[in-house]
Nanobody
Framework: QVQLVESGGGLVQAGGSLRLSCAAS????????TGWYRQAPGKQRELVAA???????NYADSVKGRFTISRDNAKNTVYLQMNSLKPEDTAVYYCNVQLVRLGSPWRYDYWGQGTQVTVSS
């Protein structure tokens, strides 16, 4: 089985920074695509940042230049560095990982449990 554990959320003032982590553990052969999503109260979940196994990245217009997605393949961990945070960044953030499990040819989709990010003005 595979688990994703998120950490790093919290309360920060506008203009501050946070780094979210998403650690995958279990029977992992390889991690392919990764992504971070967020959901604010009363709103739909939206893609914040994504990366491919080849290193390509994609960001929502609202976070371009402020957020950076990265990964440490040796640790099976994905990060989201968030700088210059704004009150509108307040949401629950979820990591998403597409990976291949040991002993299986298929690619599976996993989600983290979510971590709250609150930005005060």
């Amino acid at each position: 089985q595979v688990q994703l554990v998120e950490s790093g959320g919290g309360l920060v003032q506008a203009g501050g920074s946070l780094r979210l982590s998403c650690a995958a553990s279990g029977s992992i052969f390889s991690i392919n695509g990764t992504g971070w999503y967020r959901q604010a109260p009363g709103k739909q979940r939206e893609l914040v940042a994504a990366s491919t196994s080849g290193g390509s990245t994609n960001y929502a217009d609202s976070v371009k230049g402020r957020f950076t997605i990265s990964r440490d393949n040796a640790k099976n961990t994905v990060y989201l560095q968030m700088n210059s945070l704004k009150p509108e960044d307040t949401a629950v953030y979820y990591c998403n990982v597409q990976l291949v499990r040991l002993g299986s040819p298929w690619r599976y989709d996993y989600w983290g449990q979510g971590t709250q990010v609150t930005v005060s003005s």
